[in-house]
């Protein structure tokens, strides 16, 4: 009898040990500071699709998902929402570069289309804003893969 009482006891302090430690903030840093990870909110977009021209003609669309981490504190500042102007710069940086090869997107440099797309929010509001872009995915459509996709669905 005493021993399942001593057990129960037992449980209960590893329980509430758990979540006391759990509810504690995230590890410091060396130095005893946050890291920059834990101040930062991520926000994901919804896709963006920024139709592929060539050659005077739309040969399809690139799907893109797209999230970036932002400093809370600078978002707030913000008079416009930040969300709408990433999407501007990724779909506008996707449809001016006329050197992505749409039918081999494995040779698309994301890291130059990332480090242009936060080199412009910077520019636009004096500080960088956005730490860091993370692209989700990346696909191509052609006009006749969506045609048939809306075939299908009718």
Known sequence: MIKNLALGVWICAVFAGTL???SMPGDAG???TA???DSQDYVALSPIAVPMIRHNEIRGYA???VGFTI???LQARTSVPIEQLLRSYVFSSLYTNKSIDIFRLETVDLD???ASI???VSEDYG???VSNILIQSMEFMSKSEIRDYHLRRS
Do not use: H, M, W
């Open 118 to 120: 936060k080199e412009r």
């Open 35 to 37: 890291t920059i990870l």
């Open 20 to 22: 006391y430690f759990k």
């Open 30 to 32: 060396e130095d005893g």
């Open 127 to 129: 500080t960088e804003l």
């Open 63 to 65: 799907i893109v998902e």
């Open 112 to 114: 130059e289309i990332v």
């Open 71 to 73: 400093d809370p504190q």
